[in-house]
């Protein structure tokens, strides 16, 4: 137990409980179907408590899509799934206006019919198998939670995630994601192959009589409440600093970037990677029972929040390099101790 610890009011000691039991409660639950991907269970958990989306990338049969319905079904929210293939048109996912006749006068009049994104979790399936045209129909229900048609605006229902799910681009038939959809993804997760027990064990749970049953374990409102108590979470101001210092780190030639950096990367990450590092850095502190960011929180989610934000050159390519490699000598060459002074 820490300072910090020992200073925080016994009434945000038990929210901050509530939230950590809540966490760990969904998590488990969510792993009553998911086998292993520890890892990727909580980073989904994560961003969904800081409100954030998600891009889920492995090859095919790993289990990904299965993860999303899980996690709806435990949230207890209105979940909608889109197929991304390459004939996917902007109003197959957004909808459109038609021309809808009056049965008493006779008039004809557009309605607008909602499509499939009018939901609170999006599942965009293959989302990298669709065309540009069509990727982009999500960038402003990612980023303002609204979809505009015909110059009308329509307010989705909070609270509102995209997870989408993505072949690796070496795959056939894939359209590699804009870098300005790909900063809107808080994190990005990288699903492996299983382990040999996991493996039995998916065996055991889809080929027996019983399959898994999840309950709900927390609604659109609770979640909406606890994304309130993330961002109270206090984050001193030489964390802050370190957080940032990290996202500069990844910017050539930058007052902050290490020889790594200046030889493999094209572009750096935008400031939406230093609000994915503060929040998901909240939220892990919650679940670790304090109410204060350490910088051991912000290096545990560096890599996901990243990862997808660092543009590598050819010259990284040809070297094999990747983003998580500099991500890793960017943590190591950063320290800790704050550079501007704070009052």
């Known amino acids: 137990m820490d300072e910090h610890t020992n200073t925080t009011p016994d009434h945000v000691r038990e929210r901050c409980e509530r939230f950590r039991t809540t966490f760990q409660s969904v998590k488990d639950e969510v792993q009553?179907?998911?086998?292993?991907?520890d890892a990727i269970v909580e980073g989904v958990l994560i961003a969904v408590f800081t409100g954030g989306n998600v891009l889920l990338e492995g090859v095919p049969g790993l289990g990904k899509t299965m993860l999303v319905r899980t996690l709806a079904d435990v949230l207890r929210l209105d979940f909608s799934r889109i197929q991304f293939t390459p004939d996917l048109m902007p109003a197959d996912i957004i909808g459109t206006n038609i021309v809808m006749e009056d049965p008493d006068t006779g008039r004809r009049k557009f309605e607008f019919q909602k499509g499939p994104i009018f939901a609170q979790l999006l599942l965009a399936d293959e989302i990298n198998r669709a065309t540009p045209k069509s990727q982009s129909a999500l960038l402003e229900a990612m980023q303002e939670k609204t979809v505009t048609v015909g110059g009308e605006h329509h307010t989705l229902e909070a609270p509102f995630f995209v997870l989408a799910t993505q072949n690796p681009i070496e795959q056939e038939g894939t359209y590699p994601l804009p870098e300005a959809q790909l900063d809107r993804f808080i994190f990005k997760l990288t699903v492996g192959y299983s382990k040999l027990p996991d493996l039995m064990t998916i065996v055991d749970r889809?080929?027996?009589?019983?399959?898994?049953?999840?309950?709900?374990k927390i609604d659109g409102p609770g979640i909406i409440?606890?994304?309130?108590?993330?961002?109270?979470v206090v984050i001193a101001p030489h964390v802050k600093e370190y957080a940032a210092r990290l996202v500069l780190a990844?910017?050539?030639e930058g007052e902050f970037a290490p020889e790594i950096t200046n030889r493999y990367v094209r572009c750096g990450a935008?400031?939406?990677a230093a609000q994915a590092l503060v929040l998901a850095g909240k939220v892990k502190a919650l679940t670790d029972g304090r109410f204060h960011v350490a910088p051991e929180d912000i290096e545990a989610i560096a890599k996901p929040a990243l990862r997808h934000r660092v543009l590598l050159n050819f010259e990284a390519e040809a070297d094999r390099v990747q983003s998580d490699d500099i991500v890793s000598e960017i943590i190591g060459a950063t320290r800790r101790e704050p550079v501007l002074s704070h009052a």
């Open 32 to 37: 009553k179907v998911i086998v292993g991907h």
């Open 225 to 232: 409440d606890a994304q309130k108590l993330v961002r109270e």
């Open 206 to 216: 889809t080929t027996g009589e019983k399959a898994p049953i999840v309950e709900p």
């Open 270 to 272: 935008s400031p939406r």
């Open 250 to 252: 990844t910017h050539p």
